[in-house]
């Protein structure tokens, strides 16, 4: 459902957002279904309770019973439908605020070039990729349809899928090649990266004062100067006679 970067970071799959979307359209229209269907039996219960006729041996207090049961039951559904429209209008404000249609072709253009660099914000470290210089993008519109050509920088040329409803073009191919393929555009960025991180750590180093540079320092053991003295034996004198 995610791809993960050199980072650690997860990147949903668009088409893991799409089956969400499908999802919550799905829900939206048996709410609308729900909502009709409660109307109309709020409706054909008021037209019965019209339809009813008094008997006049009725006593009055059963009467007045019969309509306050009625009324607390017509307002419990009506506050508990109110309660329905409120949860349900709050999600979708959150949810259709992030909805966008695109309907030209820079929009699409626009839309694709800023998902590409908020991608590569995530995969690589300084790198953000551009178009015409790590991708060719080409847009085109036949009649109401619109269609999207990537090729990347190592030649590798994939077709973006559109979805309909909201107009816009889905990149988790893309994604995937950049992510799970051996993309030879993306292991030269990779390396580079890599290159220049350790020329600066390098650079950190010889800049630090000698003092500081040498952390540790290697003891040498001292050799013994003072050989151990051998005592010989003095030879005794001789009486003289």
């Known amino acids: 459902a995610c791809f993960e970067c050199n980072l650690g970071e997860l ?17 939206k229209e048996k709410h609308e279904n729900y909502k009709k269907k409660q109307h109309q039996q709020q409706h054909q219960q008021q037209q019965k309770q019209q339809n009813v006729v008094v008997p006049s041996s009725t006593p009055v207090t059963d009467s ?16 508990t439908d109110n309660l329905s ?6 999600t979708n404000t959150n949810t259709d605020s992030f909805v966008t249609n695109y309907n030209t072709i820079s929009e699409h253009i626009t839309f694709i070039k800023e998902l590409i660099e908020k991608f ?8 953000i990729l551009k178009q ?17 050509v990537i090729k990347c920088q190592c030649g590798g040329k ?7 409803e909201p107009s816009r073009f889905i990149l988790s ?3 995937a090649h950049l992510t799970t393929s051996t993309c030879s555009m993306v292991d030269r960025i990779i390396k580079e990266e890599k290159k220049l991180n350790s020329q600066g750590s390098q650079s950190i180093l010889t800049s630090m004062p000698h003092s500081q540079s040498q952390s540790t320092l290697t003891l040498m053991p001292q050799s013994q100067s003072h050989p151990q003295s051998q005592s010989h034996p003095q030879p005794q004198s001789q009486p003289q006679s």
Do not use: C, M, W
């Open 120 to 127: 590569s914000r995530k995969k690589f470290i300084s790198t």
């Open 64 to 79: 007045n019973s019969s309509n306050n049961s009625t009324t607390q039951d017509s307002a419990a559904n009506t506050t």
């Open 158 to 164: 994939l077709i973006l899928p559109l979805r309909s």
């Open 173 to 175: 191919n893309y994604y």
């Open 132 to 148: 015409n210089e790590h991708y060719q993008l080409l847009v085109s519109q036949e009649n109401q349809t619109y269609k999207a």
């Open 85 to 90: 429209t409120i949860l349900f209008d709050a």
């Open 11 to 27: 990147v949903i799959k668009q088409g893991v957002k799409l089956n969400l979307d499908n999802l919550f359209d799905a829900l």
